[in-house]
């Protein structure tokens, strides 16, 4: 049975740093893409980044542009995601997902085949 696993969430003050790790197991294949989406309580997840593809084409939401960076292992099917200048308003719970195939978009939840079980991120003042 395939499962992502994610790791690196935890506490940390506001303009602060943190490197989320998402890595599958049980994958026979390597997955079209991998993205990274966040949620809070009473709201929809919420698209943050994504790479896909061969080349490893990458994809940040607006709010998120310049301070995350997200890289993929290109043998393995293992994702980081560097986040900087966090802030409060960011607390959330981090998921990663994956794309087993091609998709015309990258940023809606409903077009990824697999979620892990998400890892808590809370940014204090």
């Known amino acids: 049975q395939v499962q992502l696993v994610e790791s690196g969430g935890g506490l940390v003050l506001a303009g602060g740093s943190l490197r989320l790790s998402c890595a599958a197991t049980?994958?026979?294949?390597?997955?079209?893409?991998m993205g990274w989406f966040r949620q809070t309580p009473g709201e929809d997840r919420e698209f943050v980044a994504a790479v896909r593809g061969f080349i490893g084409r990458t994809y940040y939401s607006d709010s998120v542009k310049g301070r995350f960076t997200i890289s993929r292992d290109n043998t393995e099917n293992t994702v980081w995601m560097n986040i900087t200048s966090l802030k409060p308003a960011e607390t959330a719970v981090y998921y990663c997902?994956?794309?087993?195939?091609?998709?015309?978009?990258?940023?809606?939840?409903?077009?990824?085949?697999?979620w892990g079980q998400g890892t808590q991120v809370t940014v204090s003042f």
């Open positions: 049980g994958a026979s294949a390597r997955f079209y893409g």
């Open positions: 997902a994956s794309l087993h195939t091609s998709r015309i978009s990258h940023d809606r939840a409903a077009d990824y085949d697999l």
